[in-house]
C-alpha cells in the first residue's frame, strides 16, 4: 500500500507497544487456549497485533455505546435500542480472511465473556450453481453479480436492528450454497462479516454494506503471495478430498496433480486475479484499518484511518 495522507502508516515494532499500558495481557493459559484453536496464527501475532487491535475495537464499542445513549436522551427514551457492533473483514480471496476472523472472534470472546460475539461469511450469499448457470455467470463466483447484495442488505438490516436474522452457508466442499443450512444470528453483541465485497457498493442500491459496520479491516498482501496461499490452499483442499467421494474436489484429488495445479493457477488467472484488481482491491481505502501480511503470512505494517 502506497503511503496515503489519510493513513497513519505504522510498523509492527510501533503497533504492539499501544496495547501494553492499557490491557491486562493475556495469560500463558489463555494464550494457550487461543492457540490451541487457531493453530495457524502465530503466537507472536496474537500478542503483538492482535491484542492491540481488540483494544481498538474495545474504545470504538464504548464510543458506540455512548452515541447511542446520547441519541436515546435526545429522543426522551428511557434506555438506549440494542445495538449490535459489527465489524467487517475485506481482502482478496485466500488472503486469509476468515483466519483474521476466526481469531478476532476467540479473543473478543475471551476478553469480553459474557458477550456474544458471532461470525458469518457473504460467501453465504453467493448465488447457488444453480443460480448462477441460469444467469451464465458461473466463471464470475466471487465478482459483484455473483452475490445477492439485496440478501446481505436485509439481513444486516436486521442484525442491526437486533432482530434474528439467518445468514446462508456455503461450502468449499461442495462448492455451492448448501441447501436449507442457515446461521442464526440471534441476540449478538457482536457480529464480525467477513467476506470478499463487504466494502463494495451493491450496483443498483444507495447503500453500502459498510454502512452497518462499526470498524472495518482489510487484510492485504503482494498478489504473488496470495495466489501462492491460494495453491497451497488448494493443495491442502485435495488431501482431504482424496478421502471423501462427495467432495467437489475429489476427481482432481485422484487425478495428475500436475494437471490440477495448472486448473487452479488457471482458475487464479481467470476469476481470482481479475476480481482482485478490478473490484476488491479498489474497496481497500475504505476500511479504518489494512494489515499487511508478508511472507508466512506475519502482519508487518499497518495503516489506520486518520479520521
Ligand atoms: N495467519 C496465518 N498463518 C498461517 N496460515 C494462514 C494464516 N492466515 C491464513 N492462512 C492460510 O491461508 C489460506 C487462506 O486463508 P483463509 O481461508 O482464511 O482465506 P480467506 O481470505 O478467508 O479465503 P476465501 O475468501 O477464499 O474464503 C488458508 O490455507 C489458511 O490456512
Ligand atoms: C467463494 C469465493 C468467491 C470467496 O471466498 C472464492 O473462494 C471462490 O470460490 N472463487 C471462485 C474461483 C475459485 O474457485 O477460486
Same mark, same amino acid.
Given at each position: ?75 426522551? #427514551? ?61 466463471? #464470475? ?79 492485504? $498482501? ?41 486448473? $487452479? ?27 499487511? #501480511? ?14
Amino acid at each position: 500500500m502506497e503511503n496515503q495522507l489519510n493513513y497513519y502508516k505504522i510498523s509492527r515494532a510501533e503497533w504492539k507497544e499501544f496495547y501494553k499500558e492499557h490491557i491486562v495481557p493475556l495469560t500463558k493459559g489463555e494464550l494457550a487456549r487461543i492457540m490451541s484453536l487457531n493453530d495457524r496464527i502465530s503466537q507472536a501475532d496474537v500478542s503483538e497485533i492482535y491484542m492491540p487491535l481488540v483494544h481498538l475495537i474495545g474504545l470504538r464499542w464504548k464510543i458506540q455505546q455512548q452515541k447511542l445513549k446520547q441519541q436515546a436522551e435526545f429522543l426522551g #427514551k428511557k434506555k438506549p435500542q440494542k445495538v449490535p457492533l459489527v465489524i467487517g473483514i475485506a481482502g482478496s480471496v485466500a488472503v486469509g480472511k476468515s483466519t483474521t476472523a476466526r481469531l478476532l472472534q476467540t479473543l473478543l470472546k475471551e476478553i469480553y465473556p459474557h458477550k456474544k460475539v458471532q461470525l458469518i461469511t457473504t460467501d453465504g450469499f453467493l448465488y447457488s450453481t444453480a443460480e448462477l448457470k441460469r444467469r451464465h455467470i458461473l466463471s #464470475k463466483k466471487g465478482f459483484p453479480e455473483s452475490y445477492d447484495m439485496d440478501r446481505l442488505l436485509r439481513f444486516m438490516d436486521d442484525v442491526k436492528n437486533n432482530l434474528p436474522a439467518k445468514a446462508p452457508v456455503y461450502s468449499h466442499k461442495i462448492y455451492d450454497i448448501v441447501s436449507g443450512e442457515y446461521e442464526l444470528v440471534k441476540d449478538v453483541d457482536i457480529l464480525i462479516v467477513e467476506g470478499i465485497n463487504v466494502l463494495q457498493l451493491p450496483s443498483n442500491q444507495q447503500l453500502y454494506v459498510s454502512d452497518y459496520f462499526d470498524f472495518s479491516i482489510y487484510v492485504d $498482501a503482494r498478489e504473488e503471495l496470495i495466489k501462492q496461499w491460494y495453491l497451497e490452499r488448494f493443495d491442502m483442499l485435495l488431501d482431504l478430498a482424496a478421502q471423501d467421494k462427495s467432495n467437489y474436489y475429489y476427481a482432481y484429488a485422484i487425478g495428475d496433480r500436475q494437471a490440477a495445479h495448472a486448473m $487452479a493457477k488457471d482458475v487464479w488467472q481467470k476469476v481470482n486475479h481479475p476480481n482482485l484488481l478490478e473490484y476488491i482491491l479498489p474497496t481497500r481505502n475504505r476500511a479504518d484499518l489494512v494489515l499487511t #501480511k508478508g511472507k508466512n503470512h506475519l502482519i508487518n505494517e499497518l495503516y489506520l484511518k486518520k479520521y
